[in-house]
């Protein structure tokens, strides 16, 4: 079973954007974001065991800028897991409705949300105005994250 935590980050004056571009980098980190409150960034952590952990850990204080970390192991005994489709259609539902746009990965193109079905979602992009649908196999698919639309609504839903 893998070992699950989360990692509270204190930063330097202007390296909050560095440490969370870094941490994001390593191998076993799921997500980081910069955070309001007395910790600047949070990551969350998965990796097999503590032992991978504890390598994790010196990776993450080898960061420049990273100033002190405060480690909390997750310890949750019953876990219920949405999938990603299950987590990313209320963003989607939400964008649609706020007419807010889904930017691709690396160029920034705004995709619009024409449509959230049980199963897909139908995207406008801002550039040619062609709408494309996209299964939530698609999204799901570890496979098409190189697809920098697919890639972005993976994030929305907190998977990269």
């Known amino acids: 079973m893998a070992t699950e935590a989360y990692v509270l980050v204190e930063v ?8 969370v571009k870094a941490l994001s980098e390593l191998t076993g980190v799921r997500s980081a974001h910069s955070v309001t409150g007395p910790y600047d960034v949070i ?5 097999a065991d503590l032992d991978h952990l504890g390598s994790l850990m010196s990776d993450v204080h ?3 800028g990273i100033e002190r970390t405060t480690t909390c192991i997750a310890v949750t005994l019953a876990k219920t897991e949405k999938s990603l489709w299950e987590t990313l259609r209320a963003e989607l539902t939400k ?4 007419n807010k746009p889904v930017r691709t990965l690396g ?4 995709n619009y949300i024409d449509e959230v079905g049980d199963n897909y979602v139908v995207v406008r992009s801002e ?3 062609r709408q494309r649908r996209i299964t939530k196999g698609a999204i799901e698919s570890n496979a098409a994250p190189s697809n920098r639309i697919i ?3 993976r994030r929305l839903g907190g998977y990269v």
């Open 12 to 19: 330097g004056i202007r390296k909050t954007m560095e440490v």
């Open 43 to 47: 990551a969350a952590i998965e990796v």
């Open 62 to 64: 080898s960061i420049p």
């Open 95 to 98: 964008r649609k409705a706020g």
């Open 107 to 110: 160029l920034g193109v705004a």
């Open 127 to 129: 550039r040619t105005d």
């Open 151 to 153: 890639g972005a609504l």
